[in-house]
């Protein structure tokens, strides 16, 4: 009793430090978070020392389980090594809307002949019209003088259909004879016929608001700074949110980057471009020869160039665009390989992290790409390592008993649960976060390991955008590898059971069941992700906003370009199924009322608990539709989810396996 409360001992600490402390802390202070992460490496270098003193050096050279002992603590370290680089950068923080407010009344303040030119850029190579058109309208809509704004529509698809809708609109279509370089190739030829001060680029799905350059340029009054980088946010569901049927539950897979990791790097001076939804200083890039177009992230690269040359990236974290997340998980996987391999490819390059004059070692240290070569190897080994015991009786470890795993690896799982609920609660659940790093690592890891061995065999592939995903589709080599980790462990619990066919016995064999088990729910979780559903392109907003139907009050609680929603009372009735639509700032809408639908508990401000909910579709062209675009993309509205209901989030999962999906 005494030895089993010993051993707890240093769990007990870790949870009683964060009752005291950080949960009682701001996160957003740079000294709290500090002492938080330097808590949690002290405790992790404990359990480093432990692995390394009383589990690897003791273990005797008794043929291949010693290599196999070895092997998993040197991927261990590499882990280790990636969770420190992990605290060093989240140990501070900075929010830069206070002093963009200070900056831009100051930079706004001169007459609006001395502001700057902007060119927007908005490189395309195969979206349809319905993907371009918002994201057209919005550059063009931008709050800035229209003499001082161009907007160049990069077309490396050469397309006439494309052309008569810029020069409608009044962007600048631009071509070129090839599609040498991809999309930094593009941009370059868009250098080459264009001269404002300053180069806005949003990737064809991305629509700026109209508040971007005027949050934005105030930045560049420190002649230190190349780029001013902004978040990316999403109109639309991912397939991972939406394959979990989390759709209003779970926030999107890119906002535990931009929401909480971006603003650190930007307290260390570390960030960098993302490519769409920032702003260069043309100097800066004529100072780098243009945009680099030796790797296939161009936008990473930008930023080490521009470090070589003394230009700062920042990092401005509001809202000020929306765009199109990977639609399916085809493009899902095509955008995250070529982050990875181009990431890897830095290393190997003149202006990369470890040769780019200017850079100091800091610096190099984080833009190493540690977290594509780490995180999925050490995924695949968490669920390799019970595999290998249960089989084959080989242990990861020299074992003396459970009292000392549960003193030294408990603690620190504990921190490092802790620390990530304190410095992202709305963004972080154990084991939804890990299913889905553990969906990715199957197609990841060979990516990873190609990468490194020809980084550069991999030609620049566009991410697919406007494709939808309108039939049920099942990623069959996922679930297949997923599949298979499944059975081999069940069948290793299974086996170990009866006595007869027992292939271990010992403390560790408790660990090893408790340890598959997890295995087997993350792997249950992450084979839901292989499902997906039907979804469409275009979803709408939700609102609650007071609109008429024939003369009838309700209110809009549902809009997207081509549909309203509107609740009404249950005594309304219309003579025709023909009605006019009045939406504060447009012209009547022409619309037809194709379904009557009725629920209870609506959310709208009237005191009855029933409405009628009309469902209003309607066509709209010219210039009509580009108000539309305008009040739906540029800045009144977000599909961003603020916060984690974890039963709700629990429910859907269960029923997610069923088949069945709640969405709040």
């Known amino acids: 009793m005494v030895q089993s409360l010993l051993a707890l001992a240093p769990t007990l600490i870790v949870i009683a430090f964060f009752l005291l402390g950080p949960f009682n802390w701001s996160r957003h202070r740079s000294w709290s978070r500090a002492v938080t992460c330097a808590f949690v490496a002290a405790i992790a270098l404990r359990y480093m020392l432990w692995r390394f003193t009383e589990t690897v050096l003791p273990y005797p050279n008794d043929g291949p389980n010693f290599y196999w002992v070895w092997f998993v603590f040197i991927v261990e370290f590499l882990a280790f090594s990636e969770v420190v680089l992990f605290l060093i950068l989240m140990s501070r923080y900075v929010d830069r809307s206070a002093e963009g407010n200070r900056l831009e009344r100051q930079f706004f303040e001169r007459d609006e002949r001395e502001l700057p030119t902007v060119d927007v850029f908005i490189p395309t190579y195969n979206e349809p019209l319905d993907v371009l058109e918002r994201t057209i309208v919005g550059a063009l809509a931008l709050d800035h003088p229209k003499d001082k704004l161009n907007v160049y529509v990069l077309d490396d698809g050469r397309r006439d259909w494309l052309r008569t809708f810029c020069e409608g609109r009044g962007a600048i279509h631009v071509t070129r004879s090839d599609n040498a370089h991809a999309k930094a190739g593009n941009m370059n030829n868009g250098l080459r016929v264009s001269s404002g001060d300053f180069i806005a680029v949003f990737d064809a799905d991305f629509v700026p608001y109209r508040s971007f350059l005027r949050r934005t340029l105030p930045f560049f009054m420190d002649d230190t700074i190349g780029i001013v980088q902004t978040p990316q946010h999403f109109f639309n569901v991912d397939p991972i ?50 945009f680099p177009t030796e790797s296939i992230t161009e936008d990473l690269l930008t930023t080490l160039s521009m470090l070589n040359r003394g230009f700062k990236t920042r990092y401005l974290n509001e809202r000020l665009s929306m ?240 549909k309203a929603v509107v609740a009404v009372s249950t005594e309304t009735r219309f003579k025709s199924t023909k009605v006019r639509l009045n939406i504060e700032g447009f012209a009547p809408l022409e619309a037809d009322l194709k379904q009557v639908t009725q629920r209870r508990g609506d959310i709208t401000r009237t005191g009855d608990k029933q409405r009628y909910y009309l469902h209003l579709h309607y066509d709209l062209r010219g210039v009509e539709r580009d108000k539309m675009i305008i009040k739906l993309y540029t800045g009144r509205y977000s599909r961003d989810v603020p916060d984690i209901d974890k039963i709700a989030v629990s429910v859907n999962l269960l029923l997610r396996a069923f088949g069945r999906t709640r969405t709040a």
């Open 241 to 290: 949110q939406s394959n979990l049927g989390l759709e209003n539950l779970w926030p999107d897979e890119q906002r535990l980057f931009f929401d909480e990791i971006a603003p650190s790097r930007d307290g260390w001076d570390v960030s960098f471009c993302c490519g769409s939804c920032s702003i260069a200083r043309r100097k800066a890039v004529d100072a780098i020869g243009g």
């Open 323 to 562: 765009g199109l997340a990977a639609e399916n998980l085809t493009g899902y996987f095509v955008q995250r390989e070529r982050w990875c391999q181009g990431g890897i490819q830095t290393l190997y390059l003149h202006n990369g992290p470890l040769r780019g004059p200017g850079l100091s070692l800091f610096q190099r240290v984080m833009f190493l790409p540690m977290s594509w070569l780490v995180q999925y190897l050490v995924r695949f080994i968490v669920l390799l390592i019970p595999i290998v015991y249960l089989w084959f009786g080989a242990l990861p470890l020299y074992f003396t008993d459970v009292a000392d795993y549960v003193s030294n690896q408990v603690p620190l799982l504990a921190a490092y649960f802790l620390l990530m609920f304190w410095l992202t609660p709305t963004r972080y659940l154990p084991l939804v976060s890990t299913a889905v790093g553990t969906f990715s690592t199957f197609r990841m890891l060979p990516t990873v390991l190609s990468s490194l061995v020809r980084p550069f065999g991999k030609p620049f592939k566009v991410t697919p955008k406007g494709s939808s995903n309108e039939a049920n589709v099942f990623d069959a080599y996922t679930f297949t590898w997923i599949a298979g980790f499944i059975v081999v462990t069940a069948l290793g619990l299974l086996i170990n059971i009866v006595p007869e066919t027992a292939r271990v016995e010992g403390s560790f064999s408790a660990i090893a069941a408790l340890w598959s088990g997890i295995n087997i729910v993350v792997l249950i979780i992450a084979s839901l992700i292989c499902f997906e559903k039907p979804r469409r392109l275009l979803q709408a907003f939700k609102l609650d906003e007071p609109v008429d139907v024939d003369g009838v009050e309700g209110r809009l609680v549902s809009l997207s370009l081509d």
